[in-house]
C-alpha cells in the first residue's frame, strides 16, 4: 500500500488553495474548479470544493482532531516568515520526541505543523524515511 495524499473537504477553495501554496511555497495544481492538489515528495495535498461530497461525508471546517505536518530543513527561518501572518497556536518549541516545531490553523480551523528533526535521535529516525 502506499499513503497517497490527504484531502481537505473546503468551503474556499480559492482561499484554501492560496494559503497551503504560501505555506509550502509551492503552486497547486487545478485538475477542475472543485479539485486541486499540492504536491509534495511523498504524497499530495489534495482540496475538494464541499459540493462534491455527498451529504453528510465531510463538511468543511468540521475538523478537530487531526494535524497536517510538514516536515522543513530550517524550521527557524520557516516560523520567521510564517509567524506574523498565520494565526498561531503554538509558538516554536523543542518537543519529547526531538522535533522543533510551531503550530498555526489554517483558514477553515484544520491545525497545521511545521517541523525540523532536532535532536540526534530524531534526525537518525527521520533519516531512514
Known amino acids: ?18 494559503f497551503y501554496e504560501r505555506v509550502t511555497q509551492q503552486t497547486a495544481d487545478w485538475l477542475a474548479p472543485v ?21 453528510g461525508a465531510g463538511a468543511a471546517g468540521a475538523n478537530r482532531t487531526a494535524c497536517i505536518e510538514f516536515q522543513v530543513d530550517d524550521i527557524d527561518a520557516h516560523y520567521a516568515r ?7 497556536v503554538q509558538d516554536l518549541m523543542l518537543m519529547p520526541w526531538g522535533n522543533k516545531r510551531f503550530m498555526f490553523r489554517d483558514p477553515e480551523g484544520t491545525i497545521v505543523s ?13 533519516g531512514a524515511r
Open 1 to 18: 500500500m502506499k499513503f497517497a495524499s490527504t484531502r481537505l473537504v473546503v468551503a474556499d477553495m480559492k482561499a484554501m488553495v492560496s
Open 35 to 55: 479539485f486541486a492538489e499540492i504536491v509534495l515528495p511523498g504524497a499530495a495535498l489534495a482540496f475538494n470544493a464541499t459540493q462534491t461530497e455527498p451529504p
Open 82 to 88: 510564517l509567524k506574523d501572518t498565520v494565526p498561531i
Open 114 to 126: 511545521l517541523y525540523a528533526p532536532a535532536t540526534d535521535d530524531a534526525r537518525k529516525r527521520f
